[in-house]
């Protein structure tokens, strides 16, 4: 994407797309980085002369480097399975480094690899969008909103917590010295490569274009991941049984969120189907029986590929539930189970912290959703405001314009540039169905997590 600031607007250019999908090796899911770093220099190229440059990605997954700066092997995918049941063998470490538990957190992926050539070999560790960092700049650095993610940080310090490492048996001198966005990390062909929230929810949260603090925010699309924005992390064992994570985000700022499931149950169902129109599915789905059933959109049983509606009914079966019978419905059980994982998420994550919401806004791909987005609105009994679509692009030009002085101030400052440059829809909530939210949500009780 290339972004154009001035007179306190922000306009995007997309200049190239390109896919990402995983690749099997035998029994291990791999990502093909090369490729990826590919495509990066050619949209660069495409981009044409720019101010400068910032990298964002998703979270937890690595590349290792040898002694003489060399990738060793291609980085595996965080839904492979190699830390199936690592993460109960390792003690509590939600006090340390306050991040929910989820299986392909950085440091189960560091146990799982433990004794591997690979990992021996290896004298450095970047994450992602560190990595291609470095591709473009020779420069090795750890953007700490990404860091954050890993579970080897300390959420209140914000910093490499090597007593934690020690603990699990991962080498501390892996890990590059972290920087915070807005650092200039080195040049790409003449371009200064500035550090933004490298993780791609980080910047997303800078483009909410929220008009105080009393917000919720749900950045969906593979992922939703539901949350509120503070100044310090919760650290509370209400927080813990919760499984909410603590999330350094940009400015000092501490993204409290949930990781649920998202519009991959989705992207899956279509994917297995052939990849009908879903426009007309989600017109069908829009006259399907509404909260007919429901399933639990954080069961880590729908993190793998593969035959996405056969789970989601058989899920539906062990629920007492009448099983989807049509794409239609199944379609429905899917954003009928988000919408409800998003209300818990937003009400818990306001309780837990303390923070009063007002207001939910959803960016990213799934603002584009207009029934998820309205039957979010209905579930949290709160007016949900949807888009920008390209909030992680818009978040990631915003910190770079204002590292080179284009704009100004801190993350109101910048959201008032993104509410200048958007149009976002809003969806009321529809009190009648409150009561039907209410039941639903009893019939999964505690296990919605």
């Avoid at 650092?183 to 371009?191: E, F, I, Q, R, S």
């Avoid at 699309?221 to 994570?245: H, I, K, Q, Y």
């Amino acid at each position: 994407m290339r972004g154009v600031v001035s007179d306190g607007r922000v306009e995007l250019e997309e200049v190239r797309r390109f896919g990402n999908g995983p690749v099997r090796v035998r029994d291990t899911l791999h990502w093909d980085v090369l490729g990826l770093y590919r495509e990066v220099t050619e949209g660069l190229r495409a981009a044409g002369e720019v101010a400068s440059i910032g990298i964002d990605t998703w979270a937890v997954d690595y590349g290792l480097l040898d002694r003489t700066g060399a990738l060793i092997g291609n980085p595996v995918h965080y839904r492979d399975s190699r830390t199936d049941g690592i993460a109960e063998t390792l003690p509590d470490l939600y006090a340390t480094n306050g991040l929910q538990v989820l299986p392909f957190n950085t440091i189960y992926q560091l146990v799982a690899a433990a004794g591997t050539p690979a990992l021996e070999a290896a004298t450095d560790l970047l994450l992602i969008p560190d990595l291609l960092g470095y591709w473009l700049t020779g420069v090795r650095a750890a953007e700490v909103t990404n860091a954050s993610t890993t579970g080897l940080l300390d959420p209140v310090a914000r910093r490499w917590d090597s007593g934690l490492m020690a603990k699990a048996g991962i080498d501390p001198g892996l890990f590059a010295p972290l920087c915070e966005p807005g650092t200039v990390l080195g040049a790409a062909d003449g371009a200064p490569v500035i550090a933004v929230g490298s993780h791609d929810t980080a910047s997303a949260v800078v483009a909410v274009p929220a008009e105080t603090e009393r917000f919720a925010y749900i950045s969906c699309g593979t992922w939703s991941l539901v949350g509120v924005e503070l100044d310090a992390p919760v650290l509370t064992e209400a927080s813990r049984a919760a499984n909410f994570s603590n999330e350094l985000g940009v400015d000092g700022t501490v993204r409290y969120l949930r990781n649920v499931m998202g519009l991959w149950l989705l992207q899956e169902c279509v994917r297995e189907w052939g990849s009908p129109d879903l426009a007309a599915l989600l017109v069908e789905a829009s006259g399907e029986p509404p909260l007919a059933a429901v399933v639990d959109a954080g069961d880590a049983a729908f993190i793998p590929p593969g035959d996405m509606p056969a789970r989601i009914a058989a899920a539906c079966t062990r629920l007492g539930q009448p099983a989807p019978a049509t794409r239609a419905a199944t379609v429905r059980v899917v954003l009928d189970s988000l919408a409800l994982a998003h209300r818990r998420a937003v009400r818990e994550a306001a309780a837990l912290s303390g923070r009063e919401v007002d207001v939910v806004h959803i960016v990213g791909g799934g603002s584009r959703n207009e029934l998820l987005c309205r039957l979010t609105a209905d579930a949290c009994g709160l007016p949900v405001v949807a888009g920008p679509v390209e909030a992680t692009a818009l978040g990631n030009v915003l910190v770079q314009a204002r590292a080179l002085g284009a704009v100004t101030g801190g993350l109101p400052d910048l959201r008032r540039v993104v509410a200048a440059s958007t149009a976002p829809h809003r969806y009321e909530p529809d009190p009648a169905a409150a009561r039907a939210w209410d039941e639903a949500e009893s019939r999964l009780g505690s296990r919605t997590r």
